[in-house]
């Protein structure tokens, strides 16, 4: 069942929405691409040059990667991935995150994290993966905050994220309500077009 593509958590400034697969690869190999030397740095563990963002931009965009985006003026400025399971040697799908300088400390991270762990639900995921540099202690300190348990390995910090349940009574309630709200929207359309109808009809008989 699909759930609302936008999100506005700063009204005026920016809005977040999952991207689609190849129609929108260039957002986000330009995000990526406009990165600081530090951040590129942080989020690929490693100073790494343009031909290799445009590859993996091109490879998240084949498969199957989810691309969570925050958005100002149609230009991509922080990310969150959801890449899928069969890509970890663990068999956890794994999740990244990238903000652009310009918008940090404006809790955009925390609003992506919430997107992209409502997206896990969707999928039915229970676990995440997480893994970020050593030294981006913004990121561990996101990433603490959600839950997930970083252990430090081989010069990265790499831990999971337990999915918390989406409740099926919510999800029941919303299958049924969405059919039910459109029903009683448009009994409500009918009987304005009627009554509209009627009093147009009492006015012509008087004239």
Known sequence: MPHEDTYRPRPGFGYVRTLSQREELPLLRDHLLRLDAESRHDRFNGFLDDSFIERYAAKCADDGTVIVAYMESGVVRGAAELHPPEQSE????????????????????????KRVISEAQWKGYRRLRITTGAQNHAMRALAAKFGARLVFRRGESTGTIDVPLQPQ??????????????ARAMVNLNRACWKLFSRMYSSGRAA
Not at 90 to 112: K, M, N, T, W, Y
């Open 90 to 113: 663990d068999g956890l799908p794994e999740v990244a995150f990238s903000v652009e300088r310009c918008v940090r400390r404006q809790g955009v991270g925390s609003i992506l994290f």
């Open 169 to 182: 009574a919510e999800l029941a309630k919303l299958a049924i309500d969405t059919p039910l709200v459109a």
